[in-house]
């Protein structure tokens, strides 16, 4: 056996450089590079060994351990999961503080691996620095906490530990029913510790992944449930757009009139202009996707899983007629509504039923366009909308009087609604670019206004809604795709939670746009209190004596070096986004818009926790309310 000696950091940078992934017919490498903030627990190891001899891997330094797993998450998301980065860490508040980013790509089902450095294998200094002291187990460590929000986890307190639990590791990410976040803890003494390595274990590696066509008895059931079906409807998940199922979606919509209507993850697999795409689904959906479904009597659930939002927390369907029919590579997903299950790639699987329905036609009728045409009209309101200080009629009604938005109007400098905003902004971006965002209100705002005129352009991590993935993931996207402008749609409570890369795209020129939306407050979350009978508590941005702030957000980005705008105006937003496409540098507009600008939810429910007991009508009134719907909802 013919070995070379390497330290275990080392073996691990030249393992990553040997893999590849063959997808319908195309090799390429599958580890793009490493994101990095070093410490003492893995600058002398990886940092090391990446000094040496980084191969193809490309090395960026991030400025926040979550930021940086972000941007990684949202790399592979964008390259639809065909490549990744590592991110490595140091240990203790290193390690924890990409917790929360590995959660989020577990959620989202998005492969990424992290590389967290670990306390002493051989205990000699414990307790080493950042190392935490349990009575009742010396083993544990701040890294046991990526247990449960890892797909595999491991710890290597040996060199040739690495091998098998390498393997182990690239099984998982590249295996598209399972796909999710690898941790490989490496104690921080063994990173730097050599071992003969057998020289076979660095050869060029290929990942197959193949499309999983669906069995005979899967597709005679699924004609099956279809044939019988006078209006079934297919639900476009996040698993469709990895798939690639764009054209056998387009043509089975087509040729059986059956609409589409998509979860935050599946929308831009089909562009928003299709004449059966019907928008967004559930409680952020619009209105003609979620009339569609209560009219369905068969639910075609295309890699999704049915989240509450999709669902509206189990109430969107008529579940005394309607069934359902799965389609999913994930075994698990297939079961959910007790439906018809196929165990197959999306596109495949489309492919194979096109031919077995021939002559099948669903008695939407024209039904698809009237419910369409309805909703472009109720967009085109929305971006319609003016400020006007007496008589206003917002679209979230009934929480703030006039005169506190007109306190608002007054302390922001701002008359701007955020629907006008948003879709002046759709109007005048280049009809390529890539848009994202995470949490807030906006989400929302995007799944039922945006229109995505180009496949793979609408990016929203709506699986762990995760604050702060917004300009962090804006860099994510970049790196899968220079050529294109990024729009980052971020509020001004996840700008606060977290912008520091900000900074690393302006350190590696790569350009991001942000978006700062900014209502002073945590709009969405004052919205769901008041609607709940509660009133506005601890959501506004308001000083001790009860001012409204007003924080001058431009000012920071500027400070950092970004090409910054200030823009209160439908004008001055026009001209701020034109001027932004001209820069080489990446920019911030800050536009201030007054709260309860944001839409609101067309025929949806959502299922939140409402207190039982409480000394308010309106809270007790609220928790009736729930009590009464649940009775309609689905129990599983």
Not at 317 to 338: E, G, H, P, W
Not at 449 to 455: E, K, R, V, Y
Request: aromatic residues 10%.
């Amino acid at each position: 056996m013919e070995t070379i000696t390497l330290t275990t950091a080392q073996a691990l940078v030249k393992f990553l450089n040997q893999q590849y992934i063959h997808v319908d017919g195309k090799e390429f490498p599958f580890v793009e590079g490493i994101f990095n903030v070093f410490g003492h627990g893995n600058v002398l190891g990886i940092g090391q060994a990446l000094e040496q001899d980084p191969g193809h891997l490309k090395v960026i330094q991030g400025k926040n351990e979550q930021g940086m797993a972000h941007a990684a998450i949202a790399y592979s998301k964008q390259m639809l999961r065909q490549k990744i980065f590592a991110v490595s860490t140091s240990s203790g508040p290193g390690s924890a503080n990409v917790i929360t980013a590995a959660a989020t790509a577990h959620a989202n089902n998005i492969p990424v691996l992290f590389i967290p450095a670990d306390t002493f294998a051989s205990r000699q200094p414990d307790p080493v620095l950042q190392q935490m002291e349990q009575e009742y187990s010396i083993a544990v460590t701040t890294n046991d906490a990526f247990l449960p929000v890892s797909r595999y986890w491991d710890r290597i307190t040996r060199p040739e530990q690495l091998m098998s639990s390498l393997l182990r590791a690239f099984e998982v990410m590249t295996d598209p029913g399972k796909a999710g976040p690898a941790t490989i803890c490496i104690a921080q003494d063994v990173e730097g510790e050599a071992f003969d390595y057998d020289v076979k274990f660095f050869e060029k590696r290929v990942h197959y992944v193949d499309r999983k066509a669906p069995h005979e008895r899967e597709l005679e059931g699924a004609v099956k449930a279809i044939k019988s079906a006078k209006k079934p409807l297919i639900l476009v998940g996040g698993g469709a757009k990895y798939s690639e199922a764009r054209e056998s979606l387009i043509a089975f919509s087509e040729k059986f009139n059956v609409p589409l209507v998509e979860t935050q993850a599946g929308k831009s697999t089909v562009e928003s202009d299709f004449k059966n795409n019907l928008g967004g689904m559930g409680i952020t959906g619009t209105l003609a996707a979620n009339k569609a479904a209560k009219e369905a009597d068969l639910i075609i659930g295309i890699g999704t899983r049915y989240t509450d939002f999709a669902t509206s927390s189990k109430t969107a369907f008529d579940f005394a007629t309607a069934k359902f029919l799965n389609i999913n590579v994930s075994r698990m997903q297939t079961y959910k509504f007790d439906a018809f299950q196929v165990v197959a790639d999306a596109k495949t699987t489309l492919d194979r039923l096109i031919p077995l329905l021939d002559g099948y036609e669903s008695d939407f009728g024209s039904r698809i366009g009237e419910l369409k045409e309805e909703w472009l009209t109720e967009r085109e309101r929305l971006g319609r909308v003016e400020f006007s200080r007496e008589g206003f009629d917002p679209e979230i009604k009934n929480h703030f009087t006039q005169e506190i938005l007109n306190e608002y109007a007054d302390a922001l400098n701002t008359e701007l609604a955020q629907t006008t905003a948003l879709l002046t902004i759709n109007d005048t971006v280049e009809k390529d670019s890539t848009v994202i965002c995470s949490a807030g209100s906006l989400p929302g705002d995007l799944q039922r206004l945006w229109h995505s005129s180009t496949p793979n352009t609408y990016h929203l991590e709506y699986g762990y809604s995760c604050m702060g993935y917004e300009i962090s993931g804006a860099l994510g996207v970049k790196l899968a795709d220079p050529s294109k402008e990024v729009y980052s749609f971020v509020g001004d409570g996840s700008f606060l939670m977290l912008h520091s890369e900000l900074i690393t795209s302006l350190q590696y020129k790569q350009k991001i746009n942000v978006l700062l939306f900014d209502n002073s407050g945590w709009g969405c979350i004052n919205n769901l209190q008041m609607d709940h009978g509660s009133g506005s508590f601890d959501c506004e941005f308001r000083t001790a004596d009860n001012q409204i702030m007003n924080i001058d957000y431009a000012k920071v980005a500027e400070g950092y070096g970004a090409k910054v705008y200030r823009a209160n105006t439908v004008e001055d937003l026009k001209a701020a986004l034109e001027d932004a496409k001209k820069q080489d540098i990446s920019t911030l507009i800050e536009m201030k818009v007054l709260p309860k600008t944001m839409t609101d939810g067309y025929d949806s429910w959502w299922n939140v926790g409402v207190a039982e007991a409480s000394t308010s009508e309106s809270v007790q009134k609220a928790n009736d309310s729930r009590k009464a719907k649940l009775q309609e909802a689905k129990q599983y």
